[in-house]
């Protein structure tokens, strides 16, 4: 299983970013996909899920209503719109993967199989 997270840069706080994630190896219908990130110094943590169909989408509180996820089963692609953004989102994003059943979304670290390299998303104030 590969998955190729791409997408980050530098922004000044207010812009946006699109992350994408591209899957291969695994039977992405079948899979929920997750954003976590990671700053300097700190743990990794949830940003944001979807089911396998998309109509499930948790998402942390500190991103809620800026941050969208969203997901293209044709294309095995999982996206991570980032509007608003905050010197805190400051932090290396990675998209993970995990098979599940029916609407299944995981949103513990602990919970996903595979992850991907992780893309820098750097927000200057």
């Known amino acids: 299983v590969q998955l190729q997270a791409s997408g980050g840069g530098l922004v000044q706080a207010g812009g946006s970013l699109r992350l994408s994630c591209a899957a291969s190896?695994?039977?992405?219908?079948?899979?929920?996909m997750g954003w976590f990130r990671q700053a300097p110094g700190k743990e990794r943590e949830f940003v944001a899920a979807?089911?396998?169909?998309?109509?499930?989408?948790p998402y942390s509180d500190s991103v809620k209503g800026r941050f969208t996820i969203s997901r293209d089963n044709a294309k095995k692609e999982v996206y991570l719109q980032m509007n608003s953004l905050k010197p805190e989102d400051t932090a290396v994003y990675y998209c993970?993967?995990?098979?599940?059943?029916?609407?299944?979304?995981?949103?513990?670290?602990?919970?996903?199989?595979?992850w991907g390299q992780g893309t820098q998303v750097t927000v200057s104030s």
């Open positions: 993970a993967a995990k098979s599940v059943i029916l609407t299944h979304t995981p949103i513990g670290i602990d919970e996903y199989a595979y």
């Open positions: 190896g695994l039977t992405f219908s079948r899979a929920a």
């Open positions: 979807i089911s396998r169909s998309g109509s499930n989408t």
